[in-house]
């Protein structure tokens, strides 16, 4: 577990990522990031006794009542559309997680695989927020959330190519 941990910290400090050691659990490290839409609290934890690495990617998600099911279905659909990654939503915290999970055997020294992981964290709660947020304020189904993204990732691309068909 040391060995993993000093090469995350290597990682980090090559990356120019801010990280910080938990005081009280030896086996969690703090990384919080900005993403396009929110910013995030990222923590590694270290498990000694199934030698895995669990990465944890968390956003505030403020949730109304009566959303619990479309949010669930929405989680649902996302996490059938990732390979990678596993949304979670805890309705009494009010946060969405994304987790990801890797046996210590697949970081090699170099740590390459953390690039793969905390982008792909930070990607898929940054991607995948606005959806979250068109479900809980803006009443849409799982299914317009989700089409929605593409517009309103790329409005502008869009619009381009609409102008450049023939009428």
Do not use: H
């Not at 793969?116 to 990607?123: E, K, L, R, T, W």
Request: hydrophobic content about 35%.
């Amino acid at each position: 577990m040391t060995k993993v941990k000093d090469i995350l910290r290597k990682y980090c400090k090559k990356k120019g990522y801010y990280f910080e050691q938990d005081e009280d659990n030896k086996n969690l490290m703090y990384l919080p990031f900005c993403g396009t839409n929110l910013t995030s609290q990222s923590k590694a934890i270290f498990n000694e006794e199934s030698r895995w690495l669990e990465f944890y990617s968390t956003a505030s998600l403020p949730i109304k009542k009566g959303q619990k099911e479309k949010l669930l279905e929405l989680t649902n659909t996302v996490n059938w559309n990732t390979l990678l990654v596993n949304i979670l939503v805890d309705f009494e915290k009010e946060f969405l997680a994304v987790c990801t999970s890797v046996p210590y055997q697949c970081i090699d020294n170099d740590g390459d695989i953390f690039e793969i992981i905390i982008n792909g964290n930070v990607y898929a709660i940054n991607y995948y927020y606005p959806a979250y947020l068109s479900v809980i304020y803006g009443d849409k189904s799982v299914e317009e959330a989700i089409d929605n993204l593409d517009e309103f990732y790329f409005a502008d691309e869009i619009e381009g190519s609409k102008k450049e068909l023939p009428n």
